[in-house]
Nanobody
């Protein structure tokens, strides 16, 4: 199983960025997907999740109204559209795959990608 996250980079505050996570080696449509992030010196935290069908979605309060998660099961890819970014969004962003219905903790996910760095300048 491989989850390949991409799309990170340097962006100014108020700007936008779109992250992608391409999955291989698993039946993608059978997994709920999540995005987490980890800033230096901090624990990995939940950002967003999307169910297998894409119908059920949830976000951390800190990103609600600014970030949008989506998926394309035909392309085995999950996305995170990041708008109105802030310096506090700076972190390594990880995508992850889960089989259960719970989704906000690291332990709920079975597979993890390698992460992509997002840096927001003020």
């Amino acid at each position: 199983v491989q989850l390949q996250a991409s799309g990170g980079g340097l962006v100014q505050a108020g700007g936008s960025l779109r992250l992608s996570c391409a999955a291989s080696g698993l039946s993608f449509s059978a997994y709920g997907m999540g995005w987490f992030r980890q800033a230096p010196g901090k624990e990995r935290e939940f950002v967003a999740t999307i169910s297998r069908s894409g119908i059920n979605i949830d976000y951390a309060d800190s990103v609600k109204g600014r970030f949008t998660v989506s998926r394309d099961n035909a392309k085995n890819t999950v996305y995170l559209q990041m708008n109105s970014v802030k310096p506090e969004d700076t972190a390594v962003y990880y995508c992850a795959a889960r089989t259960g219905s719970t989704y906000s903790r690291v332990s709920h996910y079975k597979y993890w990608g390698q992460g992509t760095q997002v840096t927001v300048s003020s």
